[in-house]
């Protein structure tokens, strides 16, 4: 069970701006940046967000990240249809000395 | 060009042992963090190990590995391992390597995944 918490799902019209969110600790999200990456089944995880809110180049300005205390959010706007995928934060746990996923969310463009 | 490719994966029973490798190219590998992370099957991911670049003094195991993997890097070769003993069925995942940059930590560099099965 992982202790960064996503909703399972989120979906969204083509157009529509989304937002899924990441719930973590003091342990986790309170002390440490957040990513988020984007997972279509069958394809290489990409990164989308890193630092809480910095694209690295080639990410659409379609896609920003915040974060206030243990929560984070991922906001996609002007959804399109590939859009369509999982899509995952990680955070920094402070005790597991490690990084760790949030269970993941799937995305889905009606 | 900027990859990281796995081999190694296949069929295991339960108790058996398997070493996966990750070779590395494009980039000074010596210089990374490199790490490894696997998706159980409709599950999520989940990181497992880290070694730091150089003589990979800085290593950490998820609760989940600790004790039966081990990660190690051949800087020489640009490349990194992980021995798997004791393997369970719920250790059945895609495993991906990939290059874990600090300050901020992200991981920027993912590759394409090498399937490990755990079964009788």
């Known amino acids: 069970q992982s202790t960064v918490t996503q909703p399972p799902s989120a979906s969204g019209t083509p157009g529509q701006r989304v937002t899924i969110s990441c719930s973590g600790s003091?342990?986790?999200?309170?002390?440490?940046?957040v990513n988020w990456y984007q997972h279509l089944p069958g394809t290489t995880p990409k990164l989308l967000i890193y630092?809480?809110?910095q694209r690295p180049s080639g990410v659409p300005d379609r896609f920003s990240g915040s974060k206030s205390g243990t929560s984070a959010s991922l906001a996609i706007s002007g959804l399109q249809s590939e859009d369509e995928a999982d899509y995952y934060c990680a955070t920094w746990h402070h005790t597991l000395n490690g990084p760790v996923f949030g269970g993941g969310t799937k995305l889905t463009v009606l | 060009q900027v990859q990281v490719v796995e081999s190694g994966g296949g069929l295991v029973k339960p108790g058996g042992s398997l070493r996966l490798s990750c070779e590395a190219s494009?980039?000074?590998?010596?210089?990374?963090?490199m790490s490894w992370i696997r998706q159980a099957p409709g599950k999520g991911l989940e990181w497992v190990s880290f070694?730091?670049?150089?003589?990979?003094?800085?290593?950490s195991y998820a609760e989940s590995v600790r004790g039966r993997f081990t990660i190690s890097r051949d800087n020489a070769h640009n490349s990194l391992f992980l021995q798997m003993n004791t393997l369970r069925a719920d250790d059945t995942a895609l495993y991906y390597c990939a290059r874990l940059r600090r300050g901020p930590w992200h991981f920027d560099l993912w590759g394409r995944g090498t399937l490990v099965t755990v079964s009788s």
């Open positions: 003091s342990s986790n999200i309170g002390m440490y940046t």
């Open positions: 494009g980039f000074n590998f010596n210089d990374y963090y």
């Open positions: 070694s730091s670049g150089g003589g990979g003094r800085d290593i």
């Open positions: 630092n809480d809110n």
